[in-house]
């Protein structure tokens, strides 16, 4: 079966430092894979997503930016944080796109920016 | 730009009461429609997908249905316990990611 492993599950970081989390998948290849943030009482928010190897999109122009240097791995870096990161971030995958893709979480890192 | 609405944003109900939680989007042209639950402090924990093709989908005391046309998806929990106290969130999938709804926050009272 598939699993997802998202780490750290919390995180406490001073402004100017920098970010990584990470995100990987086991038991599926050539996964969909997707960054999440969710702000407090408001929806989630796609960061980025990729469809493969070194493939990143990006959603939103931000502070933030993405890798993937394995199939199944999925980076989420920050060179200098702003107090706007904190928030909930959730990674995601799925398979290839269709009427049955379903999408299946991570269980989130709660950052906070100080 | 797909726009997704979840009405109300919370609920208080007494258990064993049902529960109708709501979700619009503006954009009828979805491959699936996914409902989420998450615990405070938790990631998301997929309920049911519903493809496009589709009118309904039940799993235990959960059943969806989905009116493509109109943009709109309807979430009943039957019977509910204080273990369904959770929110939910409805999302859409579209091109090639998911596009969520703020969310509907249910407690339900023992």
């Known amino acids: 079966s598939q699993t997802i492993h998202q780490w750290p599950a919390t995180l406490v970081q001073p402004v100017g430092s920098p970010l990584s989390l990470e995100c990987t998948v086991e038991?599926?290849?050539?996964?969909?894979l997707y960054w999440y943030r969710q702000a407090a009482g408001r929806g989630l928010q796609l960061l980025f997503y990729?469809?493969?190897?070194?493939?990143i999109s990006s959603e939103v122009p931000q502070n933030l930016s993405a890798s993937r240097p394995q199939d199944r791995q999925f980076i989420l870096s920050s060179k200098k944080l702003l107090l706007s990161d904190s928030g909930f971030y959730l990674c995601a995958w799925s398979v290839r796109l269709g009427v049955n893709t379903e999408a299946f979480f991570g269980q989130g890192t709660r950052l906070t920016v100080v | 730009k797909q726009e997704v609405t979840q009405i109300p944003a919370a609920l208080s109900v007494p258990e064993g009461e049902n529960l109708v939680l709501n979700c619009s989007f503006t954009d009828s042209a979805i491959y699936n429609l996914q409902w989420f639950r998450q615990d405070p402090g938790k990631g998301l924990t997929s309920l049911l997908l519903i493809q496009s093709s589709q009118r309904e989908q039940t799993s235990g005391r959960l059943n969806a249905s989905l009116d493509k046309s109109s943009g709109r998806s309807t979430l009943y929990i039957a019977a509910s316990q204080p273990g369904d106290s959770a929110t939910y969130l409805c999302?859409?999938?579209?091109?090639?990611?998911?596009?969520f709804g703020a969310g509907t926050t249910v407690t339900v009272r023992a």
């Open positions: 999302a859409v999938m579209d091109d090639y990611k998911l596009s």
């Open positions: 990729s469809v493969g190897i070194g493939q």
């Open positions: 038991g599926t290849s050539n996964p969909n």
